[in-house]
């Protein structure tokens, strides 16, 4: 899901502010083609996925989003985020989600799945414990966003381009 204008350059600032560090971040890491988002499925592929069902549900509604915890996931990955805040409306679109891409062989990732997903657009990624000590201190006085969800679309993430799905 991808935002309005506002709250896109939001986070991009935050971005900004990382890369300025320098601190790895999205705006400068892998292809930097990256878009602030909040994904809703992730997947090793999605050639096999019917789009019909899937851009029934993604332009029937769009959820508000507040962008409101900064956090970072356990574990090694370094990564970076700000939480959303969990709506039932929410849970119930990403779970409407998921519905209309069952019935087809797609393996997704578990941590995007119904009952695991945590809602977040990724800040850096990569950070090594100093790092990330630092980027929290550098985000600490960071102002939650309310983001509207201007459109959906399916990423490649080797090379950061969006096949647009809503718009």
Not at 24 to 38: E, G, I, K, Q, Y
Not at 64 to 73: D, K, N, P, R
Not at 81 to 96: I, K, P, Q, R, S
Request: glycine share 8%; aromatic share 8%.
């Amino acid at each position: 899901m991808y935002f309005d204008d506002q709250a896109d350059a939001a986070v991009r600032r935050l971005w900004q502010r990382l890369a300025d560090a320098g601190l790895p971040s999205l705006a400068t890491r892998t292809h930097r083609r990256h878009r602030p988002h909040v994904s809703l499925a992730v997947a090793e592929s999605l050639a096999d996925a019917d789009p019909v069902p899937l851009h029934s549900v993604l332009t029937s509604r769009r959820p508000a989003l507040s962008l409101y915890t900064l956090s970072g996931f356990p574990g090694n990955a370094g990564v970076l985020f700000l939480g959303a805040v969990v709506t039932a409306e929410l849970l119930a679109f990403h779970a409407d989600v998921h519905a209309a891409l069952g019935g087809r062989p797609i393996r997704h990732w578990a941590y995007y799945l119904p009952g695991n997903w945590i809602p977040h657009c990724a800040l850096a990624e990569g950070l090594d414990r100093s790092e990330a000590g630092r980027a929290f201190g550098l985000l600490a006085d960071y102002r939650p966003i309310t983001a509207r969800v201007t459109s959906a679309g399916i990423k490649d993430t080797a090379t950061g381009s969006i096949t647009l799905l809503t718009g």
